[in-house]
């Protein structure tokens, strides 16, 4: 299994424009999120779905974007980008098990928004 | 979610073992313990979970104290590959809402090893 991958691995974007990052899993995971963390700070939740067709906000929110068309795939959408928006992005999945479940992260992407 | 309160850094020499310890006073009933520990420029990965009962996996040791207002991870020798941020998470069963599975990351103990 590859596990969580994540694509692009680095972006450097200019104020205002879109993109889309990807974040794929082979384990067949219902659960997948997307979090942000910030130089020396811990990671925060974007955004996160239970199922296919099922997303919901986390506890930043704003500027982004996700579907959830496919149980593999989980994309994050910048809508417009904005140099507060420069962090490492990263993309989890897991199965639920209740408390006792695991989670499995991406390698991360590192974005710049200029 | 129940907050956790770790050391901001520890040091330990290779090959010695290490005991990073985390506080949780609030812990519920339901709540499990998880560690996770990010090392440079990667994500996040799991390193161990438990409820109760102290646990044991190949990268390491938990252990529980009995009234698990407090835990400790043990890396029974420390290698310098284990230098990363170690992150003590608390994961309840609410599955709906913001505590639907979000692990809340606080700033985690960052432990550097010495050859």
């Not at chain 1, 296919?52 to 593999?72: F, H, L």
Request: proline fraction near 6%; charged fraction near 15%.
């Amino acid at each position: 299994n590859a596990g969580v991958t994540q694509t692009p691995k680095f972006q450097v974007l200019k104020t205002g424009q879109s993109m889309t990052l990807q974040c794929a899993q082979d384990m067949n995971h219902e659960y997948m999120s997307w979090y942000r963390q910030d130089p020396g700070m811990g990671l925060r939740l974007i955004h996160y779905s239970v199922g296919a067709g099922i997303t919901d906000q986390g506890e930043v929110p704003n500027g982004y974007n996700v579907s959830r068309s496919t149980t593999e795939d989980f994309p994050l959408r910048l809508l417009s980008a904005a140099p507060s928006q420069t962090s490492v992005y990263f993309c989890a999945s897991r199965k639920p098990q209740g408390g006792a479940d695991t989670q499995y992260f991406g390698p991360g992407t590192r974005l710049t928004v200029l | 979610d129940a907050k956790t309160t770790q050391p901001n850094s520890m040091e330990s020499n290779e090959e010695e073992p290490v005991h990073l310890p985390c506080n949780h006073s609030t812990i519920s009933g339901t709540d499990y313990i998880h560690w996770y520990r990010q090392l440079p420029s990667q994500g996040p990965e799991y390193v161990i979970h438990g409820l109760t009962s102290n646990v044991n996996n190949r990268m390491a040791s938990l252990a529980i104290a009995e009234d698990r207002k407090s835990s400790t991870l043990i890396l029974h020798r420390a290698t310098l590959r284990d230098a990363a941020v170690y992150y003590c998470i608390l994961r309840g069963l609410s599955a709906g809402g913001t505590s639907y599975g979000k692990l809340t990351f606080g700033q985690g103990t960052i432990l550097t090893v010495h050859p």
